[in-house]
């Protein structure tokens, strides 16, 4: 391979990794590499100082603009819109920062920041990126940047989880989860949903879901109770932590997430929409 290929093929992870967590969504984040490969062709190598900077500057712009598009589609999508799940390898999880920044409690925290702050905190706070670097990818002065930052901080910490559950914890809590659907077992499944769990069910118009968050320990209890009469469900590591890939008939039919807090299931994401389902063939490689 020549330099420029060698240059974008060492770093595709990485770019990869950058535009999902911007975008919550792995064949946009595919679509931005595209785009990427094409303006990093055709980029004079003599003024690259640095390639790893230049290629996530060039990935951050496409995916800013990618962002405000995919902003006026989610106005027109049918009930929730969660992230495209991806199934990940165990090193991603090993990286306590970079999985917690990819899964899908925090992916839904991130929609809730406006396109620039996006972009500023997952360079600054995932990929610790310097400010004059972020600066030269979004278009601002490092003063401003800062100050972006400072604000995108803010907003994270007061509807991040309080503290990530550790991997382990996660794990026994997806498990007897996992038995109490799977046996019926009422009472188990209502001693590990917290009283004010919230299950968002993502179909978008294509399959069948809830159109609002099912709220509350009783109705999202209720609300499982017929998954084990007719589907299996499968451990799998999904957007680093722990979660359940529910078959019917041997094909993937939901990708359930669950966000725990104190041991408890806080949160249930549920991705049934087809569409979304084609990174579970295979694990995606995730990189800092």
């Known amino acids: 391979m020549d330099s420029v ?3 974008f093929v060492a770093h595709r992870n990485l770019l ?3 535009a999902y967590e911007m975008l919550g969504s ?4 595919e679509d931005i590499l595209q785009e990427t490969w094409l303006r990093w062709v055709g980029v004079d190598p003599g003024i690259v100082r640095d390639e790893r900077a230049y290629l996530v500057r060039i990935t951050t712009r496409q995916a800013l603009s990618h962002l405000r598009v995919l902003g006026r589609r989610k106005e027109s999508y049918v009930g929730p819109w ?3 799940p991806l199934l990940t390898a165990p090193d991603v999880a090993e990286d306590v920062e970079l999985a917690d920044s990819v899964s899908m409690a925090m992916l839904l925290v991130l929609e809730t920041l406006a396109p620039t702050e996006r972009a500023v905190f997952v360079l600054r706070e995932v990929f610790d990126l310097g400010y004059d670097e972020i600066a030269g990818a979004v278009d601002k002065s490092p003063a401003a940047v800062r100050q972006i930052a400072h604000r995108a901080r803010a907003h994270v910490a007061a509807r991040r989880p309080r503290e990530v559950a550790s991997a382990a914890e996660t794990r026994r809590t997806v498990e007897a989860f996992r038995r109490a659907v799977e046996t019926g077992d009422l009472q188990c499944l209502l001693d590990i949903l917290a009283p004010d769990v919230v299950l968002l069910t993502d179909g978008g118009g294509l399959v069948r879901a809830a159109l609002a968050p099912v709220v509350g320990a009783g109705q999202v209890a209720r609300v499982l109770g017929g998954i084990a009469a007719t589907m299996s469900m499968q451990p799998a590591q999904v957007n680093g932590d722990p979660a359940l890939i529910v078959r019917l008939d041997g094909e993937i039919d939901t990708v359930l997430t669950l966000r725990v807090d104190d041991g408890l299931v806080t949160g249930l994401y549920a991705v049934r929409n087809p569409e979304k389902l084609s990174h579970l063939a295979r694990e995606t490689a995730l990189r800092r």
Do not use: C, G, H, Y
Request: net charge negative; aromatic share 8%; no cysteine.
């Open 5 to 7: 290929t060698q240059a």
């Open 16 to 18: 990869f990794t950058v």
């Open 26 to 29: 792995a064949a946009d984040a």
């Open 82 to 84: 969660l992230p495209e």
